[in-house]
């Protein structure tokens, strides 16, 4: 018989690879409430689920080895971005400036949104006065925040559904990462 890791080895092989007790147990089939007992050894479960878990997150693990390229590797240090009190405009003249589309809203290191130029084109239409308003008034969701360490398959699908991450090393931003970041992958 195999032997196992105890279940404060699977708890922090679980958290090194960012996955939550829920992402865990739908991926297995398992209640998150079910996930946390093991972990905290509340309960003893059966050698063959204890072992699903096991080699599920060794799997994960490897899988996430062979990926060579992380955040790190692909960011773009500097990040333009836009403060809360900014106005519209101010977000239009950084964007024609640094050519890009979308800017996170940050001060003092914390996320409070993103602005987008497809959601600048979409009021300017209906009233350009818009223009004048707080980008704050018209922002979108924050753009997610990841840690250095992510692997590229991870942010692509994060990049999917979002515009672009912020990287963040320390709980400081040190980068973004969009799809032009991956563009220039294929260059390599």
């Not at 991870?154 to 320390?170: F, G, M, Q, R, T």
Request: charged content about 30%; proline content about 5%.
């Amino acid at each position: 018989m195999e032997v196992l890791p105890d279940f404060f080895q699977i708890k922090n092989l679980r958290k090194s690879l960012n996955i939550s007790q829920k992402e865990l147990g739908e991926k297995l089939h398992l209640s998150q409430s079910t996930i946390s007992r093991i972990e905290n050894g509340t309960i003893d479960p059966p050698y063959s689920k204890f072992k699903m878990i096991y080699e599920f997150l060794e799997n994960e693990k490897r899988s996430r080895k062979r990926s060579k390229k992380h955040a790190e590797d692909i960011l773009t240090p500097e990040i333009i971005f836009i403060k809360p009190q900014s106005t519209v405009k101010d977000a239009v003249e950084l964007m024609t400036k640094y050519n890009i589309s979308q800017i996170p809203i940050l001060e003092n290191n914390q996320n409070y949104g993103s602005i987008t130029s497809k959601r600048i084109q979409k009021y300017i239409t209906d009233d350009p006065a818009i223009l004048n308003l707080k980008v704050t008034d018209i922002k979108e969701l924050p753009f997610p925040e990841i840690e250095k360490s992510w692997n590229v398959k991870d942010i692509s699908s994060l990049l999917i559904n979002y515009p672009a991450v912020l990287v963040k090393e320390n709980k400081i931003f040190i980068g973004i990462i969009t799809d032009s970041n991956f563009l220039n992958l294929t260059n390599e």
